[in-house]
């Protein structure tokens, strides 16, 4: 009996070991992104959609990209070329309209932490719609004209660890 049971705690011990080396140790002896990718929670609808729609009574401008932001963080990544271009075309419409807001809501999800140092930065998805309301001003927008909120995703859109769709957005009358 004495055998078996030897038998039967060698094969655990083995078992372990290649458990670990396949599953723990190469994710600390890897390169830092595969690390990151074995966090990234899958995305979890397998049509991601990351458009943008700024629809505005007869204004209406459709971005097939959208915002990124790095998991857990605020740093919003380059922005393409095509949602520069819209988010020009915004600008100016806003410029036309001073009575009209835009609303930027920062999506974050239930896997992400953040911390700020900023007492009126609630969670990581204002954090992020704040970055995009100065992208915005950066291109001439008014600061009173965008009014920025955060936003817990129902769904997440991720590819390696990047946040695919980092915002919503609205418009509304200025009061």
Do not use: H
């Not at 001439?140 to 695919?164: F, N, R, W």
């Amino acid at each position: 009996m004495r055998i078996v049971y030897s038998l039967l705690l060698a094969g655990m011990f083995i078992l372990g070991f290649f458990l670990c080396r396949s599953f723990i140790c190469n994710a600390t002896t890897g390169s830092s992104k595969a690390a990151t990718a074995s966090m990234v929670p899958a995305i979890t609808n397998e049509k991601c959609i990351v458009t943008l729609n700024f629809n505005d009574n007869s204004f209406k401008v459709k971005s097939k990209d959208n915002f990124r932001f790095l998991m857990g963080s605020d740093e919003m990544q380059e922005v393409s070329a095509e949602l520069a271009d819209k988010s020009s075309a915004v600008a100016k419409y806003l410029d036309s309209r001073s009575s009209r807001m835009l609303t930027i809501e920062g999506l974050y999800t239930k896997e992400e932490t953040f911390t700020s140092e900023d007492d009126e930065i609630d969670n990581l998805g204002q954090a992020r719609a704040i970055n995009v309301k100065s992208y915005f001003e950066d291109l001439g927008v008014e600061g009173d004209q965008i009014m920025t909120t955060g936003v817990l995703a129902k769904e997440s859109c991720y590819k390696d660890s990047i946040l695919m769709r980092g915002i919503n957005v609205s418009f509304k009358s200025i009061k």
